[in-house]
């Protein structure tokens, strides 16, 4: 009876019973499989958050000086004209201010966000010919947070002025870190910018019969460089070129300037103008810890990593000091470090899975009692998941909090499927010592092959219609989806290979002290079991009445629970917003800030603070608004202020800001959320837009 038994098994253990008969060939594929693992693991690219690119487009025209109320008839509606009729547009927003217009249009989730940024781009190439000529060239892009700078240094020196100090910064140290592999961009922002002063003397110019466009015209006639032609001989030939560029500030002052048009009276620019080498007028003041610098940002490629990017820019920055390369009085600090918080956010994902690996090997080792069988739960934990990096690989995904978090998860269900071989092929050994190892290993393979093949695939139906979620939460929980799926996936062929091919060559042994004593403790709370459920079934209607009970019971705490998207992250950051009235001047803001800069200083929770006063800088482009300041402040690790929260801190703060009373100002302070996620129109949990056609209600309203 027992070989026909015997010969079915051979024909229904199906991959299982296969692996069992070519243990070699399972190990040396597995090899494989772990070196294509480790491969794909260093191409993984590493993010705080899966790629995600809203469908919105974002069109910035600035023209610096311009009142609010201009830029809306000259620009604002300009754009809104034409950007209104962008196929696919669902929504539109416009804000003016200042020298400032900005126009976001917004589309459908799933919508082909770069063709409706090319469709847009026409848009604007049209409305630019009835636009001002005085404004700077329009910025159209699309919000991705992945061309958010991955850091922002500030540096500073007590030494050099601050032309000198951007200058430097700007063509010194961003040309050394602008190479490094994965960096796009190195962007100074602040700081001031050298500039030459023609300052006319406009009696004089009346008297000749000039004027300031006079001036202007000779100007920019004179500094160009003009293309001579070629000049060819026997066997080569020779572009050339006519400098014309002003390199000397004597060469401008002796530049003529024509009286007649016969061209025969001539004079100096210089008797007429007095030439001034100086600087831009300071509109925007940038600190860092209370001292003036300069802004420096750190744009990453789209798909590299953004820990190694960061590590390769502070590395480039050691080499420069240790070399003397960087001046001694030259400091730079960082401002805002995204990778900080990609190792942080990782290394809690990291530490829960592993975690979960020891404590899952743990119980293993508990209820077998063999040492190598727990080895074989533990090496196929680390199999499936290089398997599941191959899958994430293929899929175009990164190391972020999702994709960690799905293989989290799914090191508990590799775990199910592989306790369930391992467990079975022991229980086999024990029960028919008898039988030969290998046919006793296929006879236990074969009893719950189909089981496990059919509860993942049931974990996989549970799962997989996730993957078709539309919106915001299917751009974020897509990744984590696809690599609960990977690593199901990656399990079951784990369980269905390595695991009964490495357990049939174990032998059952003899039962140890911790296993016997085990083994009490489960057949008394067996016997408990079912001595409390037969006396259960004498009564069978009382147990869903306690399960409804317990159902009512429930409801009440459910419906009163927080709903909210995501869970609050306290990384430390606070932002504070200083708001004065218009019109306000930028050392009297300046004065404003340096007080509220006075009351964080004092905090011990602080590690530092970046200020901005008079507008703000980002990467290049910068926005001037001289009643309004910003200032960035990092907090110390949680352990290290004490377990002091983010919120409760803004609350301590806030209230010595009411205390100081600064007349004109309104200060706001909150804790920033998750970088790169915005889930409203605002930075709040909940905006109110109040629409109607006078402005001074609003306003009113507002207030």
């Known amino acids: 009876m027992t070989a026909p038994k015997i010969r079915l098994v051979e024909h229904t253990g199906g991959l299982a019973a296969w692996s069992i008969r070519h243990p070699v060939g399972v190990v040396m594929i597995t090899l494989a499989v772990m070196v294509l693992g480790l491969f ?82 026409t848009r604007l190439d049209r409305a630019k010919r009835f636009l001002p000529t005085s404004i700077e060239p329009p910025i159209i892009y699309k919000r991705d947070p992945s061309q958010r700078p991955v850091a922002e240094l500030a540096v500073s020196s007590p030494l050099r002025d601050p032309v000198e100090l ?43 019969g000039l004027d300031i466009l006079d001036i202007g015209d000779a100007l920019e006639a004179a500094n160009v460089d003009v293309p001579s032609g070629r000049l060819q001989m026997a066997d080569r030939e020779i572009s050339g070129r006519t400098a014309g560029r002003f390199q000397r500030l004597d060469e401008l002052t002796d530049l003529p300037i024509v009286l007649d048009k016969d061209g025969a009276a001539l004079l100096r620019l210089g008797e007429v103008t007095k030439v001034i080498e100086g600087a831009e007028e300071e509109r925007l003041r940038i600190r860092l810890n209370g001292v003036p610098g300069v802004k420096l940002s750190i744009q990453k490629q789209p798909r590299a990593n953004t820990v190694t990017v960061v590590e390769e820019v502070q590395h480039r920055i050691d080499q420069l000091h240790d070399n003397n390369i960087i001046p001694p009085e030259i400091e730079i600090h960082p401002v805002d470090d995204e990778a900080r918080y990609v190792r942080q956010a990782l290394n809690n994902a990291i530490n829960a899975a592993v975690s979960g690996a020891l404590l899952a090997m743990l119980v293993v080792y508990l209820f077998l009692g063999s040492v190598r069988r727990t080895l074989i739960i533990g090496s196929a934990i680390p199999i499936a998941i290089l398997v599941t990096f191959i899958l994430m690989t293929m899929g175009g995904l990164t190391l972020n909090i999702m994709t960690l978090g799905g293989l989290a998860l799914g090191i508990g269900m590799l775990v199910d499927s592989t306790i369930v071989m391992l467990e079975n092929i022991y229980r086999h050994q024990r029960l028919h010592p008898q039988e030969p190892p290998e046919e006793r290993s296929r006879l236990a393979a074969a009893e719950v ?147 509220v800069e006075a009351i ?104």
């Open 40 to 121: 794909a693991l260093e191409r993984l690219g590493i993010d705080l958050l899966p790629h995600i690119i809203y469908p919105e487009i974002r069109v910035r025209v600035v023209d610096p000086g311009v009142p609010a109320k201009v830029m809306e008839d000259k620009v604002t509606r300009q754009l809104e004209e034409q950007l209104a009729i962008t196929e696919d547009a669902i929504y539109i927003q416009s804000r003016t201010r200042e020298g400032r217009s900005s126009v976001d249009l917004s589309f459908a989730y799933g919508t082909d966000i770069d063709q409706a940024l090319r469709d847009a781009s």
């Open 166 to 208: 951007r200058s430097w910064v700007d063509y010194t140290l961003g040309k050394w870190l602008v190479n490094l592999p994965g960096v796009a961009a190195a962007e100074v922002g602040g700081g001031l910018v050298e500039e030459i002063q023609v300052l006319a003397d406009q009696q004089r110019l009346a008297g000749l």
């Open 449 to 595: 092959n189909s089981a496990i093949v059919a509860s993942t695939t049931t974990n996989l139906a549970a799962v997989l219609p996730f993957l078709f979620i539309g919106g915001l939460v299917g751009l974020l929980f897509r990744e984590l989806i696809f690599t609960i799926s990977a690593a199901i996936l990656a399990s079951l062929v784990v369980a269905l290979t390595l695991v009964p091919a490495l357990s049939g060559r174990i032998p059952a042994g003899q039962e140890g002290g911790l296993r016997r004593t085990l083994n009490r403790i489960v057949e008394s709370l067996q016997a408990g079991f079912g001595w409390v459920t037969a006396r259960l079934l004498k009564v069978a209607w009382l147990i869903p009445l306690l399960f409804i009970a317990g159902l009512a019971a429930a409801l009440p705490v459910l419906q009163q629970a927080e709903e909210i998207f995501l869970p609050k992250m306290d990384e430390g950051r606070v932002s504070v917003r200083i708001t004065a009235e218009q019109g306000i001047s930028l050392a009297r803001m300046d004065e404003i800030t340096r007080r």
């Open 600 to 703: 964080i200083q004092r905090q011990p929770e602080v590690e530092s603070y970046f200020t901005q006063v008079g507008g703000f800088v980002f990467g290049r482009s910068r926005h001037e608004a001289p009643n309004r300041a910003g200032v960035q402040v990092i907090l110390k690790p949680l352990l290290e202020r004490g377990g002091i929260s983010s919120e409760d801190w803004i609350e301590r703060v806030r209230e010595e800001i009411r205390k100081a009373r600064l007349i004109g100002a309104r200060v706001r302070l909150y804790s920033r959320g998750i970088r790169g996620i915005r889930m409203s129109q605002g930075d709040d949990d909940i905006t109110l837009r109040i629409l109607g056609p006078d402005l001074e209600t609003l306003e009113t309203l507002a207030a």
